[in-house]
């Protein structure tokens, strides 16, 4: 869900900045990406218990 939000807010995003900027929203990913590696240690529980539910 997390995710995409952040896909939405991304496109929202890209759709708005100029060629320029370019290198701004590749920093912007990072970030996320970073940040979305912290949040997957806290959701580690929900993750597992959905690959769990996905897989029977």
Same mark, same amino acid.
């Given at each position: 869900?997390? *995710?995409? @939000? $952040?896909?939405?807010h991304?496109s929202?995003?890209?759709?708005?900045?100029?060629?320029? *900027?370019? @290198? $701004?929203?590749?920093?912007?990913?990072?970030?996320t990406?970073?940040?979305?590696?912290?949040?997957?240690?806290?959701?580690?529980?929900?993750?597992?218990?959905?690959?769990?539910?996905?897989?029977?």
């Amino acid at each position: 869900k997390l *995710r995409n @939000l $952040a896909m939405k807010h991304f496109s929202a995003d890209a759709q708005s900045i100029d060629p320029k *900027r370019q @290198l $701004a929203v590749m920093d912007i990913v990072h970030i996320t990406r970073l940040e979305l590696k912290i949040h997957r240690h806290t959701v580690n529980g929900y993750k597992s218990t959905r690959y769990i539910s996905h897989v029977h």
